[in-house]
């Protein structure tokens, strides 16, 4: 894995991978961007190609590729070095699953499932022409990987037990149910539809209801599907259907769409809509809003268009536009889900993406096109669609709704922004609280920026100020603050020095610079000796220390003298 690991880095600098996810803008020799892991305005986030490393003085996140993919992708090591070696044209050595840990177990337990129900699929022609009725081409369902699972207790359980996998594990991965009585597959009598993880490694599955079992047991009315429990591989409130194959399209193209179902993912997706992924009857999770917002902070929701679709729109809405997301809807013909609209008329679905509107206009429409009179329109206004305008954290576009609704409404704006000040706050925040840096004084600050010209300029190859002096004035001066800085800061100030005097306009401007630090460091050093002479001079006073106290005041005068020296010279 070290040999795979050294030969993506060699393929793939940091700047080919983060530019990728983020927009990078020049820096001097480093580039900038604003950080994908926390919220901010002002751009706090550099990448240095000479160092392959990226530092955000924001949050503290700095690594190398491979953490970036792992971080910005919610992936393992092992995930981002897939993606990582897919990308680099890099092929990996399959590990043998007896020797793998069980996390790589479990991983290979999904993929021999996969296999298993797709080759079950070749072969049930019922199934394929069942998905054909539906529209999906040969095409989709292959690259999608869509299986079958017979209509049998044990047959998946058996195949696996032959791969060699133990039981406790295959029950692990989730696609075994244990009881008293033994272990029984999961999914019977299903169409199988892979879930992902970022990487495109299989995690789950959701199973379509397509027949009965053979033996006539478990004749009850089936649930319609049914999804993978959660697992060590498997947390559905962080993977979307579809992501893996979606992520590189919503990037390119600016926004995502959000639709709730597996068909109606393979049909847009076939329709071009590449940039679809499905929630698989949940609601939108804040981990799922992060993972979209990190490509783009625009999605359009296109859910049915009957009242359980537009009360699930409302609760990915609200928590969406609490996190900073633009979000639209997709207003579909009653009676009509995304999948049967693209089967029937591929261009309409088209013109539904584009004509998508505001969460908020979109609402608005539907309660005034609703029978009743002009208060009843008011009342539900103030139900339905104000916690909208309440969670958008933008206040110029909170404003923008506020007077479109009044407008709407025939009244003045002042009412409507009571009745949003009486609204809870609620919701999550996509960015990361930092942690709470120590209090550094202004003598470990001046440190701290010597420290840091000076390992900036020791990694470079023709250094611009004489680099050993300065360690040897440094060590001098403060050698406990040099020792003590970690693997982990030393980063942070090579940053933070490339950032700041990257740009000078030659050597004399560095040596002025240092020159002048390293006599405001000897002076905050002198302040603060003179501080603590001054304080036990007190406490030698108040205890009538004569003797004491002389050589106290001795050191005092000495130390001022000093100080009078470094301002002279300054």
Not at 462 to 476: M, Q
Request: hydrophobic share 40%; aromatic share 8%; glycine share 8%.
């Amino acid at each position: 894995m070290a040999n795979e690991v050294e030969q993506i880095k060699e393929r793939l600098s940091i700047v080919d991978v983060i530019s990728s996810y983020v927009k990078l803008e020049k820096a001097g020799v480093n580039l900038r961007a604003r950080c994908p892991f926390h919220s901010e305005k002002t751009p706090s986030f550099f990448v240095s190609p000479a160092r392959n490393s990226y530092y955000c003085f924001g949050c503290g996140a700095k690594g190398d590729i491979f953490s970036f993919v792992e971080a910005f992708e919610g992936l393992d090591f092992v995930g981002a070095l897939k993606a990582l070696a897919a990308k680099a044209g890099v092929s990996l050595v399959r590990e043998d699953p007896k020797i793998s840990d069980e996390r790589s177990k479990l991983f290979a337990i999904m993929e021999a499932a996969v296999s298993f129900f797709e080759s079950n699929f070749k072969v049930h022609v019922s199934a394929q022409e069942y998905l054909r009725g539906r529209g999906l081409t040969e095409a989709t369902a292959a690259h999608f990987r869509i299986g079958y699972a017979k209509p049998e207790w044990r047959e998946l359980l058996g195949h696996l037990r032959k791969k060699g996998f133990s039981d406790r594990l295959i029950i692990t991965s989730g696609l075994v149910k244990e009881i008293e009585r033994g272990a029984y597959d999961r999914f019977r009598g299903r169409i199988m539809f892979p879930i992902a993880d970022s990487a495109g490694r299989v995690v789950a599955f959701s199973g379509r209801f397509f027949e009965p079992m053979r033996d006539g047991k478990g004749a009850e009315e089936p649930a319609k599907y049914i999804n993978s429990p959660e697992t060590p591989l498997f947390a559905k409130s962080k993977i979307l259907y579809g992501f893996d194959t979606a992520k590189h399209s919503i990037r390119k193209h600016d926004f995502s769409i959000v639709v709730e179902g597996q068909m109606d993912l393979l049909m847009s997706h076939q329709a071009g809509y590449t940039n679809t992924v499905a929630l698989s009857g949940t609601a939108l999770s804040a981990e799922q809003v992060t993972q979209l917002m990190r490509l783009s902070r625009n999605t359009v929701f296109a859910f049915d268009a009957d009242r359980a679709g537009i009360l699930s729109s409302g609760r990915s809405a609200e928590l969406a536009l609490s996190m900073g997301m633009n979000v639209k809807v997709a207003s579909l013909p009653k009676g009509v889900d995304p999948a049967d609209l693209v089967k029937e008329a591929p261009l309409k679905w088209k013109e539904v993406i584009r004509q998508s509107k505001h969460i908020i206009d979109f609402y608005l429409d539907v309660i005034e096109g609703e029978e009743g009179d002009l208060r009843t329109f008011r009342l539900k206004v103030q139900e339905t669609v104000l916690p909208f305008v309440a969670r958008i954290g933008n206040k110029i576009d909170q404003a923008h709704f506020v007077a479109s609704i009044a407008s709407r409404l025939n009244l003045s704006e002042n009412p409507i922004w009571e009745e949003l000040e009486k609204i809870p706050a609620k919701g999550e925040s996509v960015a990361k609280v930092p942690e709470q840096k120590p209090f550094l004084s202004r003598r470990d600050l001046i440190g701290r920026k010597l420290i840091g010209i000076l390992l900036w300029q020791e990694g470079l190859e023709k250094p611009s100020i004489e680099v050993e002096k300065l360690r040897g004035e440094l060590t001098a001066l403060a050698g406990a603050m040099v020792g003590s800085i970690s693997q982990d800061m030393k980063q942070e100030l090579i940053f933070e020095a490339e950032v700041a005097y990257e740009r000078t306009s030659g050597v004399d401007d560095i040596d002025k610079e240092i020159s002048e630090l390293l006599n405001e460091f000897k002076r905050e050093e002198l302040l603060a000796r003179r501080n603590a002479v001054t304080e036990a001079l007190k406490r030698a006073e108040k205890a009538g220390n004569a003797a004491e106290q002389r050589k106290l005041e001795e050191e005092h005068r000495r130390l001022s003298t000093d100080l009078l020296g470094l301002s002279v010279r300054k």
